[in-house]
């Protein structure tokens, strides 16, 4: 006679496991029958994609894009020891950024000659240097331990880890941080809320979710609201944002703009009664 063995978890831990098991995350390798693969999976899945020194990390990137374009949720491992350097890292960024990613699992990887960045800590502080559209950044625990490093640095790392992974992961900050590299891009002086939305509906679906970036961004003192009366018939103003003059001019002497969310603190700009002149350029 079979006995069935009681289950230990308690409530939490049932409720727990029942919310992963509801929306699992599936795992693919970059192979040249992946997306076949991913057809079997449920639609608007979320699946994570390996990194092989074997194929470089730009493979990784690639199903991501696909996946992501096929309407799934892509999440790449980002291989720190396959990350050759930082502007090797920026293209990485803009790649994932331009599939609209905003996910990633940071690893060390197991390239055996490592780049720039010989860890995932290492790759975490160039990631939070350059800037990055991710929300939500995965790392490594080793619950069970590693067979080859003492239990005592693994903690340190993740500990470490932990907080550069929490630093990029306020979605709202980072949405503002994309719409200020737009803005150096275009290098704009003045848009409208309706034409940032079409310029970024890959990132954002409903114009209202760009409220919160937006207001951040005002805070801040990068960009300044105009306040402008509709007097006409027809379809009702869209609001107007004025860029920070001196942020501008102090991106073209920066080595990476936009880099640093928190640097234009002092930069306050705020409009004078007397200020009536309009910009003429505007965002396109």
């Not at 199903?63 to 799934?72: I, K, M, T, V, Y």
């Not at 990631?127 to 619950?143: Q, R, T, V």
């Not at 907080?163 to 275009?186: N, S, T, W, Y």
């Not at 609201?225 to 942020?247: C, F, H, K, M, Q």
Request: hydrophobic fraction near 40%.
């Amino acid at each position: 006679m079979l006995f069935r063995r009681r289950s230990s978890l308690g409530p939490p831990a049932r409720e727990a496991l029942a919310r992963l098991l509801t929306a699992p995350t599936f795992e693919l390798i970059p192979l040249k029958t992946s997306m076949t693969q991913a057809a079997f999976l449920p639609p608007g899945s979320t699946v994570s994609v390996t990194a092989s020194p074997a194929k470089g990390i730009e493979a990784t990137v690639a199903l991501c894009e696909q996946l992501q374009a096929a309407g799934f949720r892509a999440v790449p491992h980002l291989s720190a020891r396959m990350v050759r350097d930082r502007a090797h890292l920026v293209d990485l960024i803009a790649w994932l950024e331009g599939a609209g990613v905003d996910r990633a699992f940071v690893v060390g990887g197991d390239a055996k000659e490592p780049g720039a960045y010989p860890d995932g800590l290492a790759l975490l502080r160039g990631m939070a240097d350059i800037g990055h559209p991710l929300s939500e950044i995965g790392i490594p625990a080793y619950p069970q331990g590693h067979p080859f490093i003492a239990d005592g640095p693994i903690l340190e790392a993740l500990h470490a880890k932990a907080a550069f992974a929490e630093m990029g992961a306020d979605p709202i900050v980072e949405h503002a941080k994309r719409i200020l590299r737009l803005i150096d891009q275009k290098k704009v002086v003045f848009f409208t809320r309706r034409d940032l939305h079409q310029a970024m509906r890959s990132a954002f679906r409903r114009v209202s979710e760009l409220d919160q970036p937006l207001a951040v961004l005002v805070d801040h003192g990068f960009i300044r609201a105009r306040y402008e009366i509709s007097t006409g018939p027809g379809r009702p103003l869209s609001p107007t944002y004025d860029v920070n003059p001196l942020w501008a001019s102090r991106q073209h002497q920066a080595p990476s703009p936009g880099s640093r969310f928190e640097d234009c603190e002092v930069f306050e700009y705020r409009p004078s009664p007397e200020e009536t002149t309009e910009p003429e350029t505007g965002l396109e």
